[in-house]
Nanobody, 124 residues
Framework: QVQLVESGGGLVQAGGSLRLSCAAS????????VGWFRQAPGKEREFVAA????????TYVDSVQGRFTISLDNTKNTLYLQMNSLKPEDTAVYYC?????????????????WGQGTQVTVSS
């Protein structure tokens, strides 16, 4: 059974940093596309970043490009999202997800398994 467990969320002031982790069990992350999505209150779930299982290809939504970095540690079977220069508009529940199709990595419909989410709150 595949399980994804996020951690690392919290409350931070604008301009600060957080690192989210997503520990996987039941399946090797290196065999799949993995990504981060977020959902703010009253808004739809939004793509944030994705990484190919090889670790060689990454993609980001424009609003986080240059501030966030997605990475994969295959020895720990763990996905990370380093978030720097955080803004109040980054406030959301962040979810990690695992899917099969890199060509659709920006679409939540392409992902088979999801974590339970971790809250990130950025104060102004």
């Amino acid at each position: 059974q595949v399980q994804l467990v996020e951690s690392g969320g919290g409350l931070v002031q604008a301009g600060g940093s957080l690192r989210l982790s997503c520990a996987a069990s039941g399946r090797s992350l290196s065999d799949y596309t993995v990504g981060w999505f977020r959902q703010a209150p009253g808004k739809e779930r939004e793509f944030v970043a994705a990484i190919h299982g090889s670790g060689r290809i990454r993609t980001y939504v424009d609003s986080v490009q240059g501030r966030f970095t997605i990475s994969l540690d295959n020895t720990k079977n763990t996905l990370y999202l380093q978030m720097n220069s955080l803004k109040p508009e980054d406030t959301a529940v962040y979810y990690c997800a695992q899917g099969r199709d890199w060509s659709r990595s920006r679409s939540f419909e392409a992902y088979d398994y999801w974590g339970q989410g971790t809250q990130v709150t950025v104060s102004s």
